[in-house]
């Protein structure tokens, strides 16, 4: 178990290739819990960059309980910059530059089987998606505020399915 886990001013950059190519998940961090014995729990990124990673600039599925991500910026990533089906996920002052890829949005969250999702989203800045904003799928409780989505390629902010409680102001 990772319980209490705190990474400040931390750097988590172009993971992914190594001399025998791509390796998945290639996630600047990959929290993916697939037991209930060992669960990640208050795990928090503050002011940290997560950089031209090959993967997505933070995973967190699985059993994974809470993460609080503030004060960081995701850029330059191939895939999701955070793709989360965790219990509950914090996102609080944080930009987003040039992630994405078909499928990809800069932030996807979605239920998983094993509990519904919640997430609390303030004041995030997206630039340059290169597929989407932000994509919440069905099942998902979100509270929303300071949304700030540019340039985005195919869509700012997509609700996907039915039933999605949504509480916020864009």
Do not use: Q
Request: charge should be negative; aromatic fraction near 10%.
């Amino acid at each position: 178990s990772c319980i209490g886990f705190t990474a400040s001013s931390s750097s988590f950059n172009n993971t992914g290739m190594s001399s025998i190519g791509k390796l998945s998940p290639s996630a600047g961090v990959d929290m993916e819990s697939n037991t209930s014995e060992y669960v990640p729990r208050d795990c928090s990124f503050i002011s940290c960059t997560f950089d031209g990673n090959s993967g997505a600039g933070l995973i967190a599925t699985g059993y994974t309980e809470s993460v609080l991500i503030e004060n960081s910026t995701f850029k330059n990533g191939t895939s999701y910059g955070i793709d989360s089906s965790c219990r509950r996920l914090i996102g609080n002052n944080l930009s987003f530059y040039s992630n994405g890829a078909v499928g990809r949005p800069n932030i996807n969250i979605e239920c998983s089987s094993l509990f519904n999702a919640t997430a609390t989203l303030s004041n995030i800045y997206i630039h340059n998606a290169l597929w989407g904003g932000i994509e919440l799928h069905k099942g998902v409780v979100v509270s929303a505020s300071n949304l700030k989505i540019e340039d985005s390629a195919n869509f700012g902010f997509r609700l996907v399915g039915e039933s999605n409680i949504f509480d916020g102001i864009i």
